[in-house]
């Protein structure tokens, strides 16, 4: 049960990214590498998350995303922003943008609190993949000769 | 004729820089394209100071003619095909394939590119919208109803507004569309979950292209860039979750509480 619904969601998310490549103007012929990568980020977060912080977790995604995007932008030859930017997307804390409005709102100002720091983590997290593999050398992404 | 052949030259380079840097381009890239354009023609003078709303692009020592050009532009929505046709275009510029004339006509044809139409970029919000319900933990209900408001929220976006509001206050009544759409379903039966609907259609005002690149700029130490983006990224959200807020406030003075 658990492995049909991991695999339904991988395909949610492959729609999801394409949808969002579509919004950003990213060209017909790339939408399959944008959903590869954004269903795989989100597989890849899913599959850690039982075992580790959300934190680790959205880490561990978001470097595989930013490199796949990096591998793919290298073979295509087309700027990483393509793939990047709606690969990212299902890692991206809507839920915590909600939830911290929602307690706020609430005035259950404690859950808010922690709500609204966890958003932050997730943010840091996905802010040093995006630093740790931007420092990959160019090299590792280009065919082996 | 060389100097006009310069001046055509960095016109491009110029024009190759401003489609960029308003398409959403970080600006390492802006700053690398100008660079390349203006060394393919043989402009060795070139010297070009990219923010994330404006360029200044100068050129000129004892053997090439002065140019000067400031530009402002302003920040606007992300259009990747328009970053993707300009770097191919500068790959081929290198290469030697076009003349300066040339570079400059097929750039003024990028610039005029059309966006996808807006029927399919309301049907990829709503596709969006369902999708991340479900991967937020929506069941099939929530998912066609964060449709149905994410669709609401684009024709919103695209129709109503057709950027005659400030980016702020779009965000905040989108916000607030978005979360009142997703209580009337809610009520109506149509949906389990009000907090995964209203996650799955606020997705597409979440400000992804501003926050990754602002990250980007400040990793390439573009510092006035990426601080200018991280403030509109974090604006955006801020928007986002007030209008969010004040219907939920709304709907709690009146519901009476949480009822889910």
């Known amino acids: 049960m658990l492995s049909v619904r ?61 490199f796949l995007s990096r591998l793919f ?73 | ?44 003078s070139c010297d070009a100071f990219v923010l994330s709303s404006g360029i200044f692009l100068t050129a000129g020592n004892e053997k090439e003619k002065e140019f000067a050009r400031v530009r402002h532009i302003p920040l606007s929505a992300a259009r990747l095909d328009k970053v993707t046709a300009v770097n191919q ?45 479900l991967l937020f933990g929506g069941d099939m209900v929530d998912c066609g109803a964060a449709f149905l408001a994410g669709t609401l929220l684009y024709l919103y976006l695209l129709y109503l507004v057709r950027g005659r509001l400030s980016k702020i206050a779009s965000n905040i009544t989108g916000g607030m569309l978005v979360t009142f759409a997703a209580v009337l379903l809610y009520h109506l039966g149509i949906g389990h979950h009000l907090g995964e609907m209203i996650i799955g259609s606020i997705i597409p005002l979440v400000p992804g292209v501003a926050f990754t690149n602002a990250i980007r700029d400040i990793a390439d130490q573009d510092y006035i860039a990426g601080a200018v983006r991280m403030l509109d990224a974090l604006l955006v959200t801020f928007c986002i979750a007030m209008g969010v807020g004040i219907v939920m406030m709304g709907y709690h003075n009146i519901a009476g509480g949480a009822v889910f």
């Open chain 2, 89 to 133: 275009l500068s790959r081929e510029i290198e290469n030697g394939m076009h003349t300066a004339a040339q570079a400059k006509e097929r750039l003024l044809e990028i610039q005029q590119m059309p966006s996808a139409p807006r029927f399919y970029q309301v049907l990829a919000s709503g596709v969006g919208s369902g999708c991340f319900c």
């Open chain 1, 6 to 66: 991991i695999i339904f969601e991988f395909f949610a998310s492959y729609i999801g990214t394409i949808a969002f490549a579509l919004l950003f103007q990213v060209p017909k012929k790339y939408y399959g590498y944008c959903g590869l990568i954004g269903g795989c980020g989100w597989l890849c977060y899913k599959l850690i998350l039982p075992y580790g912080a959300s934190f680790t977790s959205t880490f561990l995604a978001a470097v595989l995303v930013i």
């Open chain 1, 73 to 145: 932008a290298v073979r295509k030859r087309c700027p990483v922003t393509v793939f990047l930017i709606a690969g990212i997307f299902p890692l991206v804390p809507g839920a915590g943008i909600y939830w911290t409005a929602y307690y706020v709102v609430t005035n259950e100002l404690d859950k808010a609190g922690a709500r609204g720091f966890e958003t932050l983590k997730i943010a840091v997290a996905i802010v040093m993949g995006i630093l740790l593999v931007f420092e990959f050398p160019q090299k590792w992404f280009q065919k082996e000769a």
């Open chain 2, 1 to 44: 004729m060389e100097t006009d052949y310069n001046r055509e030259a960095l016109d491009a380079a110029a024009l190759a820089g401003d489609i960029l840097l308003a398409s959403g381009a970080e600006i390492f890239r802006v700053e690398e394209t100008i660079d390349r354009i203006a060394h393919a023609y043989g402009i060795e």
